[in-house]
């Protein structure tokens, strides 16, 4: 078992980073600071030590130099945004890797893999291809269900290198950010998350940040008094307070205006919101997922989405694909569809043909998994016995 330290000022990061070695099954200490982590590394031998760059008090590459100077020990910095061509120069000062924020999972076992001692080594890969095969038969076993516990059916690579990522991240408290274009199931992802973290047998409250006018999503998120504003003839209990010990998940969040994100950032770092209309701080305990599907980086640039929040919130990054990036699941899903839908109306499922699938795969599908579950359903109700090429053509 390696002990490894953890050098960050955002204890979100600290906390994530944590959670997800600790899951590796290695012993972590953390420090906020390099003044402390310097004394921790003088009387503590690490196999690995993460450390951010830019810190107060002390930088990382200040905390790299002095720690190098005290004893041999492997480095691996933590860069934020902009600050890549500072990470280059860290390793030419000594460091093994670094990685970037939001923390890419994949990479981050790779690290540890790679630079852990020979028989710490060995133990990761041995836990990683466990870990794996479990999965694995456990899909096996469900057949074309195989992803029922996850809410998402789909067998292609992409989606079950996904499958493998949830259940690493979804068992840690870390924030995530789900990315994705829109009808690709990004609510899913969420839910599954949820499904699987220690949060699971409390709420999961979802918040679509889109459908809620500016000038009411505080209220929405947060709540409000009694008399706060001209509606508010009574208090009401936001959404950080219903999702207290569960997960709150804000869909859509590049759409929520410079105000709220600002109090959503406050929260996040001090795990206290305020009510409209309140001077009471109240404190809660949430795991917040977001989503979105714009580019959250470009809205940064042109100034319509806090950086802050930004980093807050992509701790981990999932970005769920386009159904054009796993066609071969389209007939597992189009099977499922039909399934669910004939049973609803109480009819026979109809038969489709091998062409008409074919067919069905060679289509653009700009609106994803939720344009092909519309006309799934669009050819059961007008089809009659077997679905054809004709039919696509003709309804599609």
């Known amino acids: 078992m390696s002990k490894i330290l953890i050098i960050d000022d955002e204890k979100a990061i600290r906390y994530s980073l944590k959670d997800i070695i600790e899951y590796e099954n290695h012993i972590v200490e953390e420090a906020s600071d390099g003044i402390v982590a310097l004394s921790m590394i003088e009387r503590t031998d690490y196999d690995l030590v993460f450390c951010d760059i ?3 008090k002390m930088d990382g590459i200040e905390v790299l130099e002095k720690a190098l100077a005290i004893k041999d020990i492997r480095f691996c910095m933590i860069s934020g945004h902009g600050t890549i061509e500072t990470a280059v120069e860290c390793l030419k000062k000594g460091a093994i890797d670094y990685i970037e924020k939001p ?4 990479k981050l076992l790779k690290i540890l893999t790679e630079n852990l001692p020979s028989n710490e080594s060995e133990k990761v890969k041995s836990k990683s291809n466990k870990s794996k095969a479990k999965i694995d038969k456990s899909k096996n076993n469900l057949g074309k269900s195989a992803n029922i516990d ?6 292609s690579s992409i989606m079950k290198e996904m499958y493998s990522f949830i259940e690493k991240v979804g068992v840690t408290d870390a924030r995530i950010l789900i990315t994705g274009s829109n009808g690709t199931g990004k609510e899913l992802v969420a839910k599954a998350i949820h499904k699987i973290s220690p ?3 409390n709420k999961f ?7 809620i006018p500016s000038e009411l999503i505080e209220s929405e998120l947060f709540g409000h008094e009694k008399g706060a504003f001209t509606s508010a003839i009574k208090q009401r209990i936001g959404e950080f307070e219903q999702a207290d010990s569960g997960t709150l998940f804000l869909d859509e969040i590049g759409d929520m205006s410079l105000s709220a994100q600002a109090k959503v950032l406050r929260a996040l770092q001090e795990n206290k919101i305020t009510r409209v209309g309140g001077e009471k701080d109240i404190k809660v305990n949430v795991r917040v997922i ?5 580019d959250l980086k470009e809205e ?3 100034g319509r989405f806090r950086e802050d929040l930004y980093h807050r919130l992509s701790v981990i990054v999932i970005k769920v694909p386009d159904l054009k990036e796993r066609l071969d699941d389209i007939p597992l899903l189009i099977d499922s569809f039909l399934e669910n839908y004939c049973s609803q109306i109480n009819s026979p499922k109809p038969k489709i043909s091998k062409q008409a699938i074919k067919k069905l795969q060679s289509m653009p599908w700009t609106g994803n998994v939720r344009e092909l579950k519309n006309v799934t359903e669009r050819l059961a109700i007008l089809c009659e016995g077997e679905i054809t090429e004709k039919d696509i053509e003709k309804y599609s």
């Open 300 to 302: 940064i640039e042109k």
């Open 103 to 106: 923390i890419d999972l994949n």
């Open 199 to 201: 949060r699971a047998k």
């Open 54 to 56: 830019k810190m107060p």
């Open 150 to 155: 996850f809410g998402m059916i789909g067998q």
């Open 290 to 294: 977001a989503a979105t599907n714009k």
């Open 205 to 211: 409250i979802e918040v679509n940040c889109a459908a």
